[in-house]
């Protein structure tokens, strides 16, 4: 696994009105509601009395005239909610999956918060697939043993692939100065619509952390290029950073190959009102679930993402992990079972589930065994404490900019420890992939003699 990285910054910010039962007693049987601007919220309690609300909008549909336009408010509703099953995933290539069913109504979040309690820490989590596929309502994704010990958990979805990145030369002459990378733009959507509500839910909206992993990695580091000041209290990278995959793309390009399969013009010709018109599922040809889905993915457009991060946030000579703490682990959990084929691992994406604490979060996966729950156990405790108290750390040195301290999780026979290493045991192997990619990538802009 990739060199993961989990930082702390100071936040401060506004607080919203709550509601959550008074007693211990009554919130074991009382059905979970939370009342926010956009109406009433009820959820579920799952089977450790833990306060469930799932499918939750934080946007508007992304569907009809909103098809590539940034995300737009809920609109405020006096019927109650019903928040006990997951909403739709955004509509991405057809595979076989354990997601929910496709639709463009996608723009939902799920929340796990203790049956009881006020001000609580708060985890937001992305799940990564390239920008191209993936769901909030992934099975290994559940926020139950967060809840369990006194964290809110949430996760939500954005839109992937051509209906995040279309990049169109008609868009951009329509709306100029905008963005059209609307993931990204959603992932904003999202945060904001944590940091104004989640005190309804038992959260503190002064101590929200922010986490992905791999794509949803690259959109925590997103986030935090567009908010030098930004009010999270920390913040988790995963495997990717936003200088990870290519940055550019021919505007129009791969917009004209999937128009003119679903029978619509070149671009610069009524491309997009036409596309607007077409049936989701039409655009999910063999061509686009087996090829072209991958081709639409965010673009260095200056606004969302850069041409230069080294010069995008002065100084531009101080490497951020001189400006703010940063710790570094690596993962080193070789289990066949999680993901990946036989004999691979650890792969990318196998410490998710791990992270999540394992039980609920395994229970799709064959041939779980104690040692693996064990190992979940012991990371996903150290990781809430990291959440509860971002300065404090996790538990060992902090990084620096060229070599420095890390640790290594889940090492075979000896998987409970937490190993000291450094990360000049990596630098090299991470060279050789990417100094060669530099002058082909755009968006990755080094600072001299960092790496």
């Known amino acids: 696994m990739g060199l993961v990285n989990v930082f702390t910054r100071a936040a401060s910010l506004a607080a919203v009105s709550c509601f959550f039962p008074s007693t211990a007693a009554a919130a074991a ?13 009820r959820g579920f309690r799952d089977t450790h009395g833990n306060s469930v609300f799932l499918g939750v909008p934080f946007a508007a549909t992304t569907g009809g005239k909103n ?33 929910s069913q496709q639709g463009e109504d996608c723009l939902n979040l799920n929340i796990w918060a203790p049956a009881t309690g006020e ?39 954005t839109r992937e692939s051509i209906f995040a990145s279309p990049y169109s030369s008609e868009l951009d002459a329509a709306n100029p100065g905008e963005s059209q990378n609307f993931s990204i733009l959603d992932v904003e959507k999202a945060l904001n619509w944590v940091r104004e509500n989640i ?46 995959g290519p940055g550019y793309a021919p505007q129009n390009e791969a917009l004209d190959i999937v128009a003119a399969e679903v029978g619509c013009p070149a671009g610069g010709q009524g491309q997009i009102d036409c596309l607007r018109e077409v049936d989701l599922y039409a655009f999910q ?18 606004i969302t993402r850069h041409s230069d991060y080294a010069g995008a ?72 404490q990291w959440i509860k108290n971002p300065a404090a750390g996790p538990g060992w ?32 192997r991470c060279q050789k992939v990417y100094n060669p990619r530099f002058n082909k990538y755009p968006v990755v802009q080094s600072v001299e003699g960092i790496l």
């Open 29 to 41: 049987t009382s059905v979970p509601s939370a009342v926010i601007p956009q109406g009433t919220i």
């Open 67 to 99: 098809r590539w336009r940034a995300p737009q408010d809920v609109p405020a509703s006096n019927a109650a909610f019903d928040a006990t099953s997951y909403g739709s995933t955004c509509p991405q290539a057809i595979r076989g999956t354990l997601f």
């Open 119 to 157: 001000n609580l820490p708060v985890f937001v989590y992305m799940y990564g697939g390239a920008m191209v596929t993936g769901s909030s309502s992934d099975p290994q994704l559940q926020g139950t043993n967060f809840a369990r010990n006194d964290v809110v958990y949430v996760n939500f979805n």
């Open 199 to 244: 005190k309804a839910f038992g959260g503190n909206p002064d101590h929200i952390v922010f986490g992905g992993h791999s794509s949803g990695s690259v959109q925590v580091d997103h986030y935090l290029w567009n908010h030098p000041d930004t009010w999270l209290k920390g913040a988790v990278e995963m495997s990717a950073n936003a200088l990870s």
């Open 285 to 302: 040809t063999a061509n686009f679930n087996a090829t072209s889905n991958t081709w639409f993915t965010p673009v260095i457009d200056d």
């Open 313 to 384: 946030s002065p100084p531009a000579s101080t490497p951020r992990t001189s400006a703010q703490d940063t710790w570094v682990y690596r993962f080193f959990g070789a289990y066949d079972n999680v993901v990946g084929p036989p004999g691979t691992a650890p792969t990318h994406g196998t410490e998710v589930p791990f992270f999540h604490g394992g039980n609920e979060c395994f229970e799709k996966l064959s041939g779980v065994t104690a040692a693996q729950q064990a190992l979940a156990d012991s990371i996903h405790g150290w990781f809430v």
């Open 397 to 428: 040195d902090k990084a620096k900019p060229k070599s420095g301290p890390l640790v290594k999780l889940g090492v075979p026979a000896d998987e409970l420890s937490l190993i000291k290493g450094t990360t000049d045991e990596f630098n090299s």
